[in-house]
């Protein structure tokens, strides 16, 4: 197949838009762009007629082929994949000098969109790369695509295979998950990273790093912030519990006692890709606010607040609960000094 050159010039000049120190939205947007323009170019001509299908099960949905392709344009949670994912890369060629990093790429969609702007950055003595992806045609399409731009002496192997049960050829160095919606809802981050974290080289990084959680309320006078929901990290297992099914995102809160007219309930979401390389609440389509219920504030004096959800479920499925609270602690001559 044809290396094709001009892709490649143009792949150089979104990278250096991307990862420039001083790079502003108003430049890196329209590289983002242009990277889903170069790709759609290069598709297999059949790309189109398959790429509508969504799966969905108890766990939540794989969205279509075509949905991962609109992720490239939640621009700022690109670039900053992007960035964290280079810095990481660099990071391990530090922690491990003179290796070959093996990348394990998991939901790779149909543009490999968090590593092949990247990738002429590095040698292929450097990196291999292993894609992996729910649906045949995304991993078909990104070999496709690699091809053309240079890449398939990078690609150690590809699969189409089910993150939460897939194992990695090995012991990744790197291993690369955004399969997640806002407050880890509708997809299958949980489930994904809590089967693949485990095939993970010490020392080696899981992207992203961690995923947090936080309750707040927001009534007539403003927001507050109630406490960490979840975090989902690197001690997955642990936290998940011996067994993956059954295991709920919860907390219990207690609430102020001077709320004012009606209290709504938001769940923040704020991701650490790597190291400082971070997309706050309300920044990307994957960490914007999630509203999970409304109450009377009159209702919620003595009370605490549950909240609770499986991984991956719909946001109207969140069980939001007023539970009578501790009472009033009430000091006696011991407390004070
Ligand atoms: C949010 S898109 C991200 C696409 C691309 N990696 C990006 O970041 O722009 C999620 C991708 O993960 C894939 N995916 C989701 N759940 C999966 C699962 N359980 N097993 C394998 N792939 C999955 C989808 O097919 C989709 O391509």
Same mark, same amino acid.
């Given at each position: 197949m044809k290396i094709d050159t001009e892709g490649q010039t143009r792949l150089d000049d979104i990278a250096n838009k991307i990862l420039s120190k001083d790079g502003s939205l108003g430049?890196?947007?329209?590289a983002l762009c242009s990277y889903a323009g170069l790709c759609g170019s290069l598709s297999l001509p059949d790309f189109g007629a398959k790429q509508f299908s969504e799966y969905t099960d108890e766990g939540g949905r794989i969205i279509s082929p075509?949905?991962?392709?609109?992720?490239?344009?939640?621009?700022?949670?690109?670039?900053?994949?992007?960035?964290?994912?280079?810095?990481?890369?660099?990071?391990?060629?530090?922690?491990?000098?003179?290796?070959?990093?093996?990348?394990?790429?998991?939901g790779c969609g149909p543009y490999a969109t968090l590593l092949y702007p990247l990738l002429r950055r590095f040698s292929k003595d450097e990196l291999e790369i292993e894609l992996v992806d729910y649906y045949a045609i995304c991993v078909d399409n990104a070999v496709h695509i690699s091809r053309q731009l240079g890449f398939n002496g990078y690609i150690k192997s590809v699969e189409n295979g089910d993150v939460r049960t897939y194992e990695p050829k090995g012991r990744p160095h790197m291993i690369i998950l955004e399969a997640m919606d806002k407050a880890l809802l509708?997809?299958?981050?949980?489930?994904?990273?809590?089967?693949?974290?485990?095939?993970?080289?010490?020392d080696g990084l899981f992207v992203p790093d961690v995923v947090d959680l936080s309750a707040t309320v927001v009534d007539d006078l403003g927001s507050a912030v109630l406490g960490k929901l979840f975090s989902l990290q690197g001690d997955v297992r642990e936290r998940v519990g011996a067994v993956m099914e059954g295991f709920l995102i919860s907390g219990r809160f207690e609430l102020p006692?001077?709320?004012? @007219?009606?209290?709504?309930?938001?769940?923040? /979401?704020?991701?650490?890709? *790597? $190291?400082?390389?971070?997309?706050?609440? @309300?920044?990307?389509?994957?960490?914007?606010? /999630?509203?999970?219920?409304? *109450? $009377?504030?009159?209702?919620?004096?003595?009370?605490?607040?549950?909240i609770s959800y499986k991984p991956g479920e719909a946001q109207n499925d969140i069980s939001l609960n007023l539970v009578p609270g501790n009472p009033a602690k009430v000091l006696v001559e011991s407390d004070y000094a």
């Amino acid at each position: 197949m044809k290396i094709d050159t001009e892709g490649q010039t143009r792949l150089d000049d979104i990278a250096n838009k991307i990862l420039s120190k001083d790079g502003s939205l108003g430049e890196q947007a329209p590289a983002l762009c242009s990277y889903a323009g170069l790709c759609g170019s290069l598709s297999l001509p059949d790309f189109g007629a398959k790429q509508f299908s969504e799966y969905t099960d108890e766990g939540g949905r794989i969205i279509s082929p075509v949905s991962a392709i609109e992720c490239v344009t939640d621009y700022v949670r690109t670039v900053e994949f992007l960035n964290g994912i280079y810095k990481g890369i660099l990071e391990l060629k530090r922690r491990f000098p003179g290796e070959k990093l093996h990348i394990m790429y998991g939901g790779c969609g149909p543009y490999a969109t968090l590593l092949y702007p990247l990738l002429r950055r590095f040698s292929k003595d450097e990196l291999e790369i292993e894609l992996v992806d729910y649906y045949a045609i995304c991993v078909d399409n990104a070999v496709h695509i690699s091809r053309q731009l240079g890449f398939n002496g990078y690609i150690k192997s590809v699969e189409n295979g089910d993150v939460r049960t897939y194992e990695p050829k090995g012991r990744p160095h790197m291993i690369i998950l955004e399969a997640m919606d806002k407050a880890l809802l509708n997809e299958h981050q949980v489930a994904g990273e809590y089967n693949l974290r485990r095939f993970l080289r010490e020392d080696g990084l899981f992207v992203p790093d961690v995923v947090d959680l936080s309750a707040t309320v927001v009534d007539d006078l403003g927001s507050a912030v109630l406490g960490k929901l979840f975090s989902l990290q690197g001690d997955v297992r642990e936290r998940v519990g011996a067994v993956m099914e059954g295991f709920l995102i919860s907390g219990r809160f207690e609430l102020p006692d001077n709320l004012e @007219g009606e209290g709504k309930v938001v769940i923040k /979401t704020e991701v650490t890709i *790597f $190291d400082d390389v971070k997309l706050s609440p @309300g920044t990307s389509c994957i960490t914007c606010d /999630t509203t999970c219920g409304f *109450f $009377d504030s009159k209702d919620a004096v003595g009370h605490d607040l549950e909240i609770s959800y499986k991984p991956g479920e719909a946001q109207n499925d969140i069980s939001l609960n007023l539970v009578p609270g501790n009472p009033a602690k009430v000091l006696v001559e011991s407390d004070y000094a």
